[in-house]
């Protein structure tokens, strides 16, 4: 039938069906996150003027330096992502479009995620606290600590945890601090036995760590890649895959003694 079309004619039937379709993804919702850098919060000190680490039944040690646990901002679970958003975020270094599935779990409610982040975040600080006492040798039955952190869920603040727990009790073990005094940023999750566990997110995550001062950021080791890809002028990596690598790796970066491992 385009045979007795016009040229202008035949053209208009052929684009207005891409026209539409085009239109349509334009404004239809995709599987798509887009995240961005989101808060730190230094572990040794106050967040939301709430200590976020309290330890009883030990000598608690007055601290120098940061360690700053921090995080990403994402687009809401039920926040509708459209084909321009991807478009102009995609590009950006300061920010990450993500598929929808690898943020939140398929299928779950807004509570039912928020549910989960919050057991997620309670797993991990009691990881991080028996980790830490496991490392310094002390009972849970004498030391007791408190792990508060508001607005923040899910698990890669634990290495961070656990160091702060350490850093208030023991230091670097000879008096001085585990940080050094610098600003020292990082993530990974951390398990009782003092394992270290990816996270993702690093590449955002290193941004919004210069962002808030740190010179020092710990990476867990199999993201080293993720995390060169958009890092910061003046921010320094440090791999790490275990409690026992990381404390070392902080005493040689302290006292410029012994070898730092770089990505």
Known sequence: MLSRLTRPQALLVCVLPVVALLATAAFAPLPFTVAQPGLTADVLGKNKGTQVITISGAPVRATKGQLRMVTIEATGPDTPVHLGD???NWFRTDRAVMPHDSVYPSGDTVKEIEKHNTQQMRQSQDAATQAALNYLHLSGDDVKVKLRLADVGGPSAGLLFTLGIIDKLDGDGSGGDLTGGRTIAGTGTIDGHGAVGAVGGV???TQAARRDGATVFLVPKDECSDAQSEL???L?????????GTVTALKALETGRGSVPSC
Do not use: D, E, F
């Open 86 to 88: 991807v478009l102009g």
């Open 203 to 205: 590449a955002l995550k």
């Open 232 to 234: 910061p002028k003046g």
């Open 236 to 244: 320094r990596l440090v791999p790490v895959s275990t409690l026992k």
